[in-house]
């Protein structure tokens, strides 16, 4: 009698403890907490990440639970955004009914190139590279997506994909959204940013929106500043009138992946060394910001003919060839 006393007792107490380890909501240090499940992990990997998170005070309470509704094959991969006060209860039911975060944030950055869109993408655990790639045409278009922008797109070359045109922005992404849709989404961001003065102006010009846009990708790769860009288009814009080779070194690095360039890479045979030869290059080299596509826009007139930047990325102007090989030797090397 005695001994079946005190196996209640005990028992009591751990129920007790088993109940307050999984109904009673634990406080979170922020407002906030995103949780990430991989597909493949188990209830026991799962619970383990969640107790190092800080999101449950053991991982056994969890594990109970879980299997106690009989349902550890049913939790689902996904990101999951937790309020400040939740039970182990409540994690453990979000994760079986796969309450995943609505919406996700990604952010393109300026300058990036398709390939570093796509493994950004990849690397957020959103889409394959290779999905991304073959929405936006690499390396060639094979899609109708530029028929949903004809008067946006009219001048790009078919044979030409989406780089240039996939705007540096953040974006809010739906957990349901295909690739399809979020590209639709970043073009259509690039037609409300070039707005109407600025497509009037490129009108006036005489210039094709993609030589535009070409041009731009080469200043958002090669200056930092919006003055110095302004200037630089300037600069490259007055070489292409005069039939002076633009010798863009992103060009280049384009073309190798590399972050310098040799003497002997400026002779390589491709149409984007601009080294080797006259006009711009075949299509942009980057996605170029709204500065960067200004400036293309709006270049100023000036006495240069030459510009490079320095290693701290100060860029140094000259007028002639004499004065350019001197800052060379001075900030080069």
Not at 183 to 199: S, T
């Amino acid at each position: 009698m005695k001994n079946k006393i005190v196996f209640l007792l005990l028992f009591a107490v751990f129920s007790f403890i088993l109940w307050q380890g999984i109904y009673l909501q634990k406080s979170f240090e922020s407002e906030g907490n995103i949780f990430s499940i991989e597909k493949g992990e188990s209830v026991f990997e799962i619970s383990k990440n969640l107790e190092k998170q800080g999101l449950i005070t053991h991982s056994f309470y969890f594990n109970i639970y879980v299997f106690l509704t009989g349902k550890q094959r049913d939790l689902q991969a996904g990101e999951y955004l937790f309020d400040s006060r939740r039970s182990v209860k409540e994690i453990a039911r979000k994760i079986l009914n796969g309450e995943t975060m609505e919406e996700k944030t990604i952010t393109i950055i300026e300058g990036w190139n398709i390939r570093d869109i796509a493994w950004y993408f990849e690397n957020q655990g959103m889409f394959q590279a290779e999905e991304i790639m073959e929405v936006v045409g690499f390396p060639l278009v094979e899609n109708n997506l530029q028929e949903s922008f004809v008067g946006f797109l009219e001048d790009k070359p078919l044979d030409k994909n989406f780089e240039g045109y996939l705007f540096p922005d953040t974006y809010n992404i739906g957990k349901d959204d295909s690739v399809k849709k979020i590209i639709e989404r970043v073009l259509g961001n690039f037609v409300l940013k070039l707005d109407n003065e600025l497509r009037e102006e490129i009108q006036r010009q005489g210039k094709p929106i993609f030589d535009i846009v070409t041009m731009a990708s080469l200043l958002e790769k090669e200056v930092r500043s919006y003055d110095d860009k302004e200037t630089v288009s300037g600069i490259l814009w007055k070489r292409l009138d005069s039939s002076i080779p633009l010798q863009v070194d992103a060009t280049i690095i384009y073309i190798t992946g590399k972050k310098t360039v040799s003497r002997e890479e400026t002779k390589i045979d491709s149409l984007y060394n601009t080294y080797k030869y006259l006009g711009l290059p075949p299509g942009p080299i980057c996605n170029p910001g709204l500065d960067s596509i200004k400036a293309a826009v709006y270049p100023k007139e000036s006495k240069y003919w030459y510009y490079l930047s320095t290693l701290e990325g100060e860029t140094m102007f000259s007028k002639t060839l004499e004065e350019h090989n001197i800052n060379k030797a001075k900030y080069l090397q």
